[in-house]
């Protein structure tokens, strides 16, 4: 009874796989596995509503991309100690969730800033500024990583202020767009 059940999940899926729309707003994108024991296990990707854009916080965006997208020796900077490697005014910033690989081997960094209104400019600035001396230190310390820098995605969003160096900076740069 139970492989028979499998098998029906299995075909339904198939079809819902090969049928689903492919619009921009309406698409839904399932990733599904039946383990063994019969049971169905599924991931969706679907667009953020309007609501959910409006909720949601910077440590969201970081445990979203590094759900899927490794920061080596990640460590997460505070703003206590942002002013090392941003030259941020801490008090325009209404929240932040910054991980930078804390070896400084690899050039991989996710910072994801919201400033408050007015303050995302002089973030992008603060941000570029971070970007073009990460670029100059690794060309020569570590060539072999500077295909991260050279695809890196500086994005300015309404308030928000993101930056992505990491192995996958297309996917990133999707998983944030689907956030906000």
């Known amino acids: 009874m139970k492989k028979s059940i499998s098998v029906i999940l299995s075909a339904i899926l198939a079809v819902s796989l090969f049928t689903a729309c492919n619009g921009n707003d309406a698409s839904v994108q399932v990733d599904a596995t039946i383990p063994t024991d019969g049971t169905v296990d599924t991931v969706e990707n679907v667009p953020a509503s309007a609501e959910a854009q409006q909720n949601v916080s910077a440590a969201d965006i970081t445990a979203a991309v590094t759900a899927e997208i490794e920061i080596p020796s990640a460590v997460e900077k505070t703003v206590e100690n942002i002013g090392a490697f941003y030259d941020i005014d801490t008090s ?33 600035e603060a941000v570029q500024k971070r970007l073009d001396s990460q670029i100059a230190l690794y060309t020569d310390y570590t060539p ?29 740069k999707e998983i944030i767009n689907g956030l906000i």
């Open 92 to 124: 325009t910033v209404e929240e932040m969730s910054v991980l930078i690989c804390g070896s400084g081997a690899y050039p991989d960094e996710l910072a994801v800033f919201k400033f408050k209104d007015g303050g995302a400019a002089a973030g992008k």
């Open 144 to 172: 072999d990583e500077v295909y991260k820098l050279d695809g890196a995605n500086l994005i300015e969003k309404d308030n928000w202020v993101i930056l992505t160096i990491c192995a996958d900076n297309d996917r990133a």
